[in-house]
């Protein structure tokens, strides 16, 4: 293999894990425009462990709903990428811990989850882009009714609007 090949791959491998550090990112900060440019047009969601298994949306579909807005705010720390990539397709694997938080009056104010997210990207003119993307819970601790709580405060808001 070529020199510039091993770059390219490098730097491929390099652009996908990215993609996966601006995704905590965005979500943190709520900037739900650079989370939506992380995935392709359709996409294939299954956080099983949460909820249904896969679903097929817009990625419109997919950013209106995140429950994460209706939070007082939270972290999402990424590691130990594993990125395989093949021409213009590649994917990922890696590791999250979440962490969320939300006051309210029943009970602890913060609810952390650790996993893994497991994606297929592919590579567009504008960049590498979730086309799958699976959620595995591993472990969870805290108080996980504060994402119903979210998810309520999040419908209540939408009512609103």
């Known amino acids: 293999m070529s020199i510039e090949s091993r770059l390219k791959a490098l730097e491929d491998m390099w652009d996908v894990a990215q993609v996966f550090y601006r995704y905590a990112a965005s979500l943190d900060a709520r900037d739900w ?11 294939e969601i299954n956080f099983a462990s949460m909820g249904p298994d896969w679903l097929t949306m817009t990625r419109d579909e997919w950013v209106a709903g995140r429950v994460h807005s209706g939070l007082d705010s939270c972290q999402h720390v990424m590691s130990n990428p594993q990125v395989t ?14 962490e969320h938080f939300l006051t309210n009056p029943d009970g602890d104010h913060w609810h952390t989850m650790g996993g893994l997210y497991r994606a297929s990207l ?12 699976q ?8 108080n996980p009714q504060i994402m119903d709580l979210a998810r309520s405060r999040l419908s209540a808001a939408t009512a609103k609007s």
């Open 122 to 133: 592919s590579r567009f003119a504008e960049g590498w882009r979730i086309r799958k993307l």
């Open 85 to 98: 990539v093949d021409g213009d397709q590649a994917t990922c694997l890696i590791y999250v811990v979440a």
């Open 135 to 142: 959620l595995t819970v591993i472990w969870k601790r805290g």
């Open 33 to 43: 425009e650079s989370y939506r440019s992380l995935f392709a047009e359709i996409v």
